[in-house]
């Protein structure tokens, strides 16, 4: 049996037992469903730690057979994987994910932070996400243009607090848009970090927009669903983390906040770039709904 180092894994898949099966395989990722229902991802080194993660020390699977259906066994200090591979566990790193905290005093100044990343970002990407310039037909640009139709009625949405406007325009983007996890996923992922981080102060939105979300996952994938549940919970890959903290500092650092932009940016296709648009857009309403109340 091939035995493999473990390098970290999220503190997290210490709470339930890792037997499964294989539930979907990548170059450099596949998921595992667990006989709990839980739902935890085996990555390469290069792969950013994230939410019920654990990385191995390979650089891609090309020379490692992963299919859907494999058996995933849990064993003492380690994950047997159809009786071939052995994850060795004992010797990795454990970390643990900690919470975003909303700043308890907002600096309305970084509202031209926002606004500079969000036009910075429309002019330098062109991608099949939010950030688009070029089609390659009109069903292309028929999506780009059905993606800033939601966002600009979600912003309606939520200055007006009209819940049922908010769950029909979360409707219309879940599951909606290319990639693995849909464009229109990445974007409401994005918003849900911003909510759903530690001390957000409009806790009737954040409760309307998690439940929402809730009640409407079965219209995306199993992967794009774990992705959104993980949004509820004010988690995600650690580059996004990073980029929220900075942008809830005080003072901004511009080096740092640059050095983890290009991070989410290399995240996928455009799933980094359309978290990013649901970040600016959380903290853009957001904010403007602090000034609006103290005004």
């Known amino acids: 049996m091939k035995k493999i180092e473990s390098i970290s894994y999220d503190e997290s898949l210490n709470n339930f037992n890792l037997s499964g099966k294989i539930h979907s395989s990548f170059n450099r990722t596949f998921n595992v469903l667990t006989e709990s229902d839980h739902f935890f991802t085996v990555a390469v080194n290069s792969v950013f730690d994230g939410p019920n993660m654990l990385k191995i020390k390979e650089s891609n699977f090309e020379s490692l057979v992963f299919e859907r259906g494999m058996?995933?066994?849990?064993?003492?200090?380690?994950?047997?994987?159809?009786?071939?591979?052995?994850?060795?566990?004992?010797?990795?790193?454990?970390?643990?994910?900690?919470?975003?905290?909303?700043?308890?005093?907002?600096?309305?100044?970084?509202?031209?932070?926002?606004?500079?990343?969000?036009?910075?970002?429309?002019?330098?990407?062109?991608?099949?996400?939010?950030?688009?310039?070029?089609?390659?037909?009109?069903?292309?640009?028929?999506?780009?243009?059905?993606?800033?139709?939601?966002?600009?009625?979600?912003?309606?949405?939520?200055?007006?607090?009209?819940?049922?406007?908010?769950?029909?325009?979360?409707?219309?983007?879940?599951?909606?848009?290319?990639?693995l996890t849909p464009s229109g996923d990445d974007f409401l992922t994005g918003l849900l970090l911003v909510a759903n981080s530690?001390?957000?102060?409009?806790?009737?939105?954040?409760?309307?927009?998690?439940?929402?979300?809730?009640?409407?996952?079965?219209?995306?994938?199993?992967?794009?669903?774990?992705?959104?549940?993980?949004g509820i919970e004010g988690i995600a890959l650690e580059p996004v983390m990073t980029f929220l903290r900075e942008l809830y500092q005080e003072e901004i650092d511009s080096i740092q906040l640059e050095n983890s932009l290009n991070q989410v940016i290399s995240i996928g296709s455009s799933s980094g770039s359309d978290m990013l648009a649901g970040i600016l857009f959380g903290l853009e309403v957001t904010f403007q709904k602090i000034i609006d109340r103290e005004n």
């Open 71 to 179: 058996m995933v066994k849990q064993v003492d200090e380690g994950l047997v994987i159809a009786d071939k591979v052995c994850l060795d566990l004992s010797t990795a790193a454990i970390y643990q994910i900690q919470p975003l905290f909303f700043p308890s005093k907002p600096n309305r100044k970084n509202t031209t932070v926002f606004s500079a990343l969000e036009k910075k970002l429309s002019e330098q990407l062109d991608t099949v996400g939010f950030f688009r310039k070029t089609y390659q037909n009109n069903l292309e640009k028929e999506q780009h243009d059905r993606l800033l139709t939601c966002k600009n009625a979600l912003n309606t949405a939520v200055k007006e607090e009209n819940k049922k406007l908010l769950e029909k325009e979360v409707i219309q983007l879940i599951g909606y848009g290319n990639g």
């Open 198 to 230: 530690v001390n957000y102060p409009f806790v009737t939105l954040r409760n309307s927009l998690n439940g929402a979300v809730s009640r409407n996952l079965k219209r995306t994938n199993d992967i794009s669903q774990h992705q959104l549940l993980h």
